[in-house]
């Protein structure tokens, strides 16, 4: 059996819109742990057998929503407090770009998102971290490229 191709934790970056256009993506400086979740809603609907009313039914799901959400946290960088406050504060989604990076490809997820919180925190004596949590708004399309 083949070993897996695994990568590291710096190989899945989020990266934040400097406003400019075209696009100019920045990776904000100090996150040391990202989650990126891909969820789906569903909706159920229960399946009768015709053949034989009594059976028990079994419960169908149809797709009715996708959804990304991006989490992370790390120490709370001077560098980059200023792009994630913008974003927190902004009444609108900013343009988000989540790259994975794999040996022979990187897959490349591009969209609006909403900062859904931004959590700051210290303890005396200790640096100072920061935590934050987006939601996709619309879709979140996939490319990928070869690395």
Do not use: H
Not at 17 to 24: E, I, K, L, N, T
Not at 37 to 61: A, F, H, M, Q, Y
Not at 82 to 95: G, H, P, R, T
Not at 129 to 142: F, L, N, Y
Request: charge should be negative; hydrophobic fraction near 40%; include cysteine.
């Amino acid at each position: 059996m083949a070993q897996a191709t695994t990568i590291k934790g710096g190989k899945i970056r989020v990266m934040l819109s400097d406003g400019a256009s075209p696009a100019v993506y920045v990776a904000p400086c100090g996150l040391t742990q990202r989650s990126v979740t891909l969820s789906k809603n569903l909706n159920e609907v229960t399946i009768p057998d015709c053949t034989d009313p009594d059976k028990v039914d079994w419960i169908g799901r149809d797709a009715a929503s996708l959804s990304m959400s991006i989490s992370g946290e790390g120490v709370l960088a001077s560098e980059s407090i200023v792009a994630w406050l913008d974003a927190a504060e902004s009444i609108d989604s900013v343009d988000v770009k989540v790259e994975i990076e794999f040996p022979v490809t990187t897959y490349i997820y591009t969209g609006k998102m909403q900062v859904e919180s931004l959590e700051i925190g210290a303890n005396n004596g200790e640096r100072a971290t920061i935590s934050i949590s987006m939601q996709s708004d619309g879709e979140m399309v996939r490319t990928s490229e070869a690395t």
